[in-house]
T-cell receptor, first 111, second 114 residues
Framework: DAKTTQPTSMDCAEGRAANLPCNHS???????VYWYRQIHSQGPQYIIH???NNETNEMASLIITEDRKSSTLILPHATLRDTAVYYC????????????FGAGTQVVVTP | NAGVTQTPKFRVLKTGQSMTLLCAQD?????MYWYRQDPGMGLRLIHY???????AKGEVPDGYNVSRLKKQNFLLGLESAAPSQTSVYFC?????????????FGAGSRLTVL
């Protein structure tokens, strides 16, 4: 699977949008981009995924560049409960759902 | 609907002891996974299963065995625990829909080997 590059950490003010970048320059055509987050000591939580098109759900929006080499997760109105480690993962359709986790981005939302 | 349930949540072992972690899911998912997470690191895949009666090795399988006798259960065994296996273990389950596979994770099992 292609690997991803994310910033180590970022801060965000409560109520503002949080934009989390992810580079996946070697992504293949059959690989999805997934975002998960892990709140301290809990199991990872699925946020959103996409293949080519931008996606939005009740938690976040996912913007994928046209060349698919990078993406941005947008948390529209960050709250203190959004403080977590965010993982950007690419995984192919024929990998039996296996996810390869990197170090992720530690997001701290401040009042 | 409990999702993915892991037992036990905490366990302390002495070096050389054996134990089994149980993962149960009630979503009728075909795929199940065991990951471990060491402090300050991302999750690493130990073993996984793509269906009842099947198992396969992940990234860090040494020292662990697994079994999937029933679709809803995935067991992770440590035959002879070592201090290097002190970690938090996460189970997950998922299914493929239109090529994508969204995983649901359990709350984790914290294992300490003395």
């Amino acid at each position: 699977d292609a690997k991803t590059t994310q910033p180590t950490s970022m801060d965000c003010a409560e109520g503002r949008a949080a934009n989390l970048p992810c580079n996946h320059s070697t992504i293949s055509g059959n690989e999805y981009v997934y975002w998960y987050r892990q709140i301290h000591s809990q199991g990872p939580q699925y946020i959103i995924h996409g293949l080519k098109n931008n996606e939005t759900n009740e938690m976040a929006s996912l913007i994928i560049t046209e060349d698919r080499k990078s993406s941005t997760l947008i948390l529209p109105h960050a709250t203190l409960r959004d403080t977590a480690v965010y993982y950007c993962i690419v995984s192919s359709t024929d990998s039996w759902g296996k996810l390869q986790f990197g170090a992720g981005t530690q997001v701290v939302v401040t009042p | 609907n409990a999702g993915v349930t892991q037992t036990p949540k905490f366990r302390v072992l002495k070096t050389g002891q054996s134990m089994t972690l149980l993962c149960a899911q009630d979503m009728n998912h075909e795929y199940m996974y065991w990951y471990r997470q060491d402090p300050g690191m991302g999750l690493r895949l130990i073993h996984y299963s793509v269906g009842e009666g099947t198992t396969a090795k992940g990234e860090v399988p040494d020292g662990y065995n697994v079994s999937r006798l029933k679709k809803q259960n995935f067991l992770l065994g440590l035959e002879s625990a070592a201090p290097s296996q002190t970690s938090v273990y996460f189970c997950a389950s998922g299914d493929s829909h239109s090529g994508a596979n969204v995983l649901t994770f359990g709350a984790g099992s914290r294992l300490t080997v003395l």
